[in-house]
Nanobody
Framework: QVSLVESGGGLVQAGGSLRLSCVAS????????MGWFRQAPGKERSFVAA?????YYAESVKGRFSISRVDAENTVYLQMNSLEPEDTGVYFC????????????????WGQGTQVTVSP
């Protein structure tokens, strides 16, 4: 069983930045592929970014968001710059064995989520 705990969400004005963190426990972190998804009110949970040996991004965040991992800290980060009101939602950290995908159904473990609100 893998436990994931996110932090770093908050309220920010458009154009601002936030950094989300997700700490994993319960399994060798380097064995895990890690992803970030977000869910806006009334919408489905959607892919934002993921990382195994390299990073992957949704088109809507390319050039603005950066995902990274520090295996020695069991942590994955999501640096979010040039935030837009459309980025508002609950951001979830997710994990699966080794290889990441863009599909939320492929992930076995989820955190509780952290709220990100971007004001105009």
């Amino acid at each position: 069983q893998v436990s994931l705990v996110e932090s770093g969400g908050g309220l920010v004005q458009a154009g601002g930045s936030l950094r989300l963190s997700c700490v994993a426990s319960g399994r060798t972190f380097s064995d895990l592929g890690m992803g970030w998804f977000r869910q806006a009110p009334g919408k489905e949970r959607s892919f934002v970014a993921a990382i195994d040996w390299k990073p992957y991004y949704a088109e809507s965040v390319k050039g603005r968001f950066s995902i990274s991992r520090v295996d020695a800290e069991n942590t994955v980060y999501l640096q979010m710059n040039s935030l837009e009101p459309e980025d508002t939602g609950v951001y979830f950290c997710a994990a699966r064995k080794v290889i990441v995908t863009h599909n939320r159904e492929d992930y076995d473990y989820w955190g509780q989520g952290t709220q990100v609100t971007v004001s105009p």
